[in-house]
């Protein structure tokens, strides 16, 4: 079982920037597929990010060039730095993980994740 606790959203400007943390405990990160999400009210979840076990990074074309995903030096924290933010990156974040391989951003594959944080909120005004 993995635990999962996002951090950092909040109220930005568009053009601003924000990172968010993921604090992983109960388990060694580096053996899972981890991932960020976001969903709007209404909306399915999407995803956003992800990185796979070898430290592969994948992204969703909407945010490619702007979001980066990374994990810390103390290997139990993802980040997710989010560059140039536009109105219409306004969701709840999630940080998500999961064993298995096909570790993208896709709708088909994200619906794989079994291991979810509570979400960080992100306001993004135009």
């Known amino acids: 079982q993995v635990d999962l606790v996002e951090s950092g959203g909040g109220s930005v400007q568009a053009g601003g920037s924000l990172r968010l943390s993921c604090a992983v405990t109960?388990?060694?990160?580096?053996?899972?597929?981890m991932g960020w999400l976001r969903q709007v009210p209404g909306k399915e979840r999407e995803g956003v990010a992800a990185?796979?076990?070898?430290?592969?990074?994948s992204y969703a074309d909407s945010v490619k060039g702007r979001f980066t995903v990374s994990k810390g030096n103390d290997k139990n924290t993802l980040y997710l730095q989010m560059n140039n933010l536009k109105p219409e990156d306004t969701a709840m974040y999630y940080c998500?993980?999961?064993?298995?391989?096909?570790?993208?951003?896709?709708?088909?594959?994200?619906?794989?994740?079994?291991?979810w944080g509570q979400g960080t909120q992100v306001t993004v005004s135009s």
């Open positions: 998500a993980a999961r064993a298995g391989s096909w570790c993208v951003p896709e709708p088909a594959a994200v619906r794989y994740y079994n291991n």
């Open positions: 109960g388990a060694t990160y580096s053996r899972y597929c």
């Open positions: 990185m796979d076990t070898d430290g592969s990074a």
